[in-house]
Each structure stands twice: as structure tokens, then as C-alpha cells.
């Protein structure tokens, strides 16, 4: 996974796991609550809504903020975080906000990384990282089939993809608006559940069921702050919970709490931003080493030979 998947490595390597780790999470998509909205409000069409949240995501081309990330377990860990849709992505945080205690996390168009840097006797430093188009086709896809990039999808901005089926938008008798998307992977069929705020519309729930219809996965998206955006406005979380349910039922969380969000160009030099960090004397780990699907006929090579490590 590409962003998703760092997190999912940080909490691992933290050793956060539990069967609930936040007291209210207000996770309710086991039980479907279709039925007439209280208020009686008109439910929109599925192009009305997919057209409104492909507005959105057009809005927002960048978006940068500090993060407070928090870990059962773990002191939390302070940073910044900065985005350039559809699949640019960095995370830097670490103890007292210094990164060198931290984590780099990272995903571009091409593959993701996750740099733990603090070192413990049980952790040493490590980076994993994978393109994703092997990831896709990994054993490690398999047991963990999350897409990379599902961080960015928790922050309300990201466009459904017509080559998907989906089905709805339904009225939840919670009053919140209910979609299935069902998407063809190499994994076979998965199913997301997507929540939308019956009156702004905004994404406030997410859920990945695997090709069982297993649940694997649910994100919650709340406290959501308005941002001026070319004479419009936003509204983008500041508060992102992610939670993967492991094959023993118990649950790995973590949160993010955004600051201030900004949506102004970013500072910095795009090549370094966007790539792979150079990790001198530093395990390195491929997360997509053992493929358990042959390569895709179109694709003309293989491996991780593409790429370089970046300052």
C-alpha cells in the first residue's frame, strides 16, 4: 500500500495493537442503516454526487499542514505533511518534531517508502519501500489488500474512478449518504463503502472489504475545516482515523490531527520532495519481493531497476 501501507508498517513497528484503540471511533457499517432522511432532504443522483466530489478534488491541487500523528502506545509524534494530488504524498514527523526520531514517509506516481528512523533493540532503523505496481501483484498485497494510496483518499479529496462500478448513493436511516464501490484488483473484487455527510457531502466514512467481503480496513474523516479555494470553498478533515482489522479480529489503529491547512503552492524542490530519500547505511526492505501474480504482458520489465535514491 502506498500510504496506507506506511502507516500500517509504523503501527507494526510500534507494536500497536489491541482490539479497540479509541473509545469512540463511531464505526457503524456492519449494519447498513438505508431508510428516509429525518429532515427530507432530496438524495442526490450517483452523477450529481460523483460530480460534486470531482469538483472538489479539482479545487485542491496541493495541500500542506503540520500533523500531531498519535499511536496506542507510542508518545506522539509531531511533523508536516504535504500532498500534490492525485498521488504525491510526504510525511515527515517524528519525537519533539525532529524527523531524525521519526519517520519519512513518501509515495509518488511511481512507488512508496517507509524510512523508520528511531531505532530501538526490537526495531532498528529500516526503510521498506515498493513500487506499486509490483506491490499490486506481492504476496504482501495479498494478506494486507489495502490501495497505497488510501491516506489521501481520508482527506476528502479523492475522485472515483469511472472504470470502477458503483452503486447507489442510498439514505441511511443515521441520515448519512451511503455508496458501493466495487473495484477489480489483482486481488480479486474489492468493495469500499463510502459515508458522505448528508447536507455538505463530504466523505466522513470509508470502509475496504477484500474479495470475501471480509472487512480489512475503515477510515473515519471528521472535524472537517473550510478553506478558500479559487473564489470557492472546501472542506477538507483535520482529524484522520485509519484502522486495519488483522486475521485475529483485533484492530491497529492511528490517528492524524491536522493544523492548519494550507492549500497555497508548495515551498521546496519537487525532485527532492517527490523522491525516494537517500538512506546511507540503512536496511532496506522490498515489500513487493515475492510476486504471487506474473507481470502484466504490456509491461516491458520488471524489478526496481527504474529508479534512484535522492538526497
Not at 524510512?115 to 504476496?139: C, F, G, I, L, N
Not at 474512478?161 to 480479486?188: N, V
Not at 525532485?271 to 538512506?279: C, G, Y
Request: positive net charge.
Amino acid at each position: 500500500m502506498s500510504f496506507l501501507a506506511t502507516l500500517f508498517f509504523m503501527s507494526i513497528a510500534a507494536h500497536t495493537s489491541c482490539a479497540q484503540i479509541f473509545d469512540n471511533f463511531g464505526f457503524d457499517l456492519f449494519k447498513p442503516k438505508r431508510g428516509v432522511f429525518a429532515a427530507k432532504l432530496k438524495l442526490p443522483t450517483q452523477v450529481e454526487l460523483l460530480k460534486r466530489q470531482k469538483s472538489r478534488a479539482e479545487l485542491a491541487k496541493q495541500l500542506q499542514a503540520n500533523v500531531t500523528v498519535k499511536m496506542t502506545g507510542v508518545p506522539k509524534i509531531k511533523g508536516t505533511i504535504q500532498v500534490e494530488f492525485p498521488d504525491r504524498l510526504r510525511l515527515k514527523a517524528g519525537f519533539l518534531g525532529l524527523s531524525e526520531y521519526g519517520v519519512d514517509v513518501g509515495s509518488n506516481t511511481e512507488l512508496f517508502w517507509i524510512w523508520m528512523k528511531a531505532s530501538t533493540r526490537e526495531q532498528p532503523e529500516v526503510m521498506y519501500y515498493a513500487e506499486h505496481d509490483d506491490y499490486d501483484r506481492s504476496a504482501m498485497r495479498l494478506s494486507i489488500p489495502l490501495d497505497p494510496k488510501w491516506l489521501l483518499d481520508g482527506l476528502g479529496l479523492s475522485q472515483f474512478s469511472p472504470q470502477d462500478r458503483h452503486t447507489g448513493p442510498y439514505s441511511r436511516a443515521d441520515g448519512k449518504i451511503e455508496l458501493l464501490t466495487e473495484k477489480q484488483t489483482s486481488a480479486g473484487i474489492q468493495r469500499v463503502i463510502t459515508l458522505f455527510d448528508e447536507q455538505s457531502f463530504v466523505i466522513v466514512q470509508q470502509a475496504l472489504y477484500n474479495s470475501q467481503d471480509k472487512l480489512v480496513a475503515y477510515m473515519n474523516s471528521s472535524d472537517h475545516q473550510t478553506i478558500d479555494a479559487k473564489d470557492r470553498t472546501i472542506e477538507v478533515p483535520r482529524k484522520i482515523e485509519i484502522f486495519m482489522v488483522q486475521g485475529n479480529g483485533e484492530t491497529t489503529g492511528i490517528s492524524i490531527q491536522l493544523g492548519r491547512i494550507s492549500l497555497d503552492p508548495l515551498y521546496g524542490d519537487p525532485k527532492k520532495m517527490w523522491s525516494l530519500p537517500r538512506a546511507d547505511g540503512v536496511a532496506k526492505v522490498n515489500l513487493a519481493s515475492e510476486l504471487s501474480m506474473p507481470t502484466p504482458k504490456l509491461k516491458a520489465t520488471s524489478g526496481n531497476s527504474g529508479w534512484k535514491f535522492q538526497d
